[in-house]
């Protein structure tokens, strides 16, 4: 079945890059778009961005200048870089799965931003 | 953006009694190519991720109970859970992927009454 699993560090120093990766098991990251979403504590949702396998990426302008999403087809993994972070981008970071509406996501990773 | 707002903020419905959840979105998200609303619904329980319950509006994901239904066109959308139940406790989203950036309501905590 399709899984997916966000890691990477828990706590990030403000002004630092934020760097996230998802891996994917069950399914080939080339047959579907993968994006990332966030929501902040006790907050809602936030789409941030995504990528196509070919490359190809669409991002939340909100956060375009600071985002970058990456795709490993040999590790079959997704990767997000989010710079010059504040205490604004802490939150619980998700990766999910979508054609259209996103159908499978992770468990989340909580990133805390603070010195 | 598309503006996403649900109403109410929060609802207490008493188990086996209906609860409704509106989604208002500031543009029409009805694609004239395929006659499709590009809107989903997600349910979040408590220290989960949100999990997709309906797409293109009024189609149930699979594995979804029955018992969650979805209407709506253009701009007004609902969600409808017919006969609630404990283990529908949760947080419920709208979401619009008719374009760029993609947008999500602020949320519905449903509760037992």
């Known amino acids: 079945q399709v899984q997916l699993q966000e890691s990477g560090p828990g706590l990030v120093k403000p002004s630092e890059t934020l760097s996230l990766t998802c891996t994917v098991s069950g399914v080939s990251i080339t047959t579907y778009y993968w994006s990332w979403i966030r929501q902040s504590p006790g907050k809602g949702l936030e789409w941030i961005g995504y990528i196509y396998y070919t490359g190809s990426t669409d991002y939340n302008p909100s956060l375009n200048s600071r985002v970058t999403i990456s795709a490993d087809m040999s590790k079959n993994q997704i990767s997000l870089k989010l710079s010059s972070v504040t205490a604004a981008d802490t939150a619980v970071y998700y990766c999910?799965?979508?054609?259209?509406?996103?159908?499978?996501w992770g468990q989340g990773t909580l990133v805390t931003v603070s010195s | 953006d598309i503006v996403m707002t649900q109403s109410p903020d929060s609802l207490a419905v008493s188990l086996g009694e209906r609860a409704t959840i509106n989604c208002k979105s500031s543009?029409?998200?009805?694609?004239?190519?395929?006659?499709?609303?590009?809107l989903a619904w997600y349910q979040q329980k408590p220290g989960q991720s949100p999990s997709l319950l309906i797409y293109r509006a009024s189609t149930r994901e699979s594995g979804v109970p029955d018992r969650f239904s979805g209407s709506g066109s253009g701009t007004d959308f609902t969600l409808t859970i017919s006969s609630l139940q404990a283990e529908d406790v949760a947080v419920y989203y709208c979401?619009?992927?008719?374009?760029?950036?993609?947008?999500f309501g602020q949320g519905t905590k449903v509760e037992i009454k």
């Open positions: 979401q619009q992927y008719y374009s760029s950036p993609w947008t």
């Open positions: 999910a799965r979508h054609g259209s509406y996103l159908d499978y």
């Open positions: 543009q029409r998200v009805l694609t004239s190519s395929n006659n499709q609303n590009y």
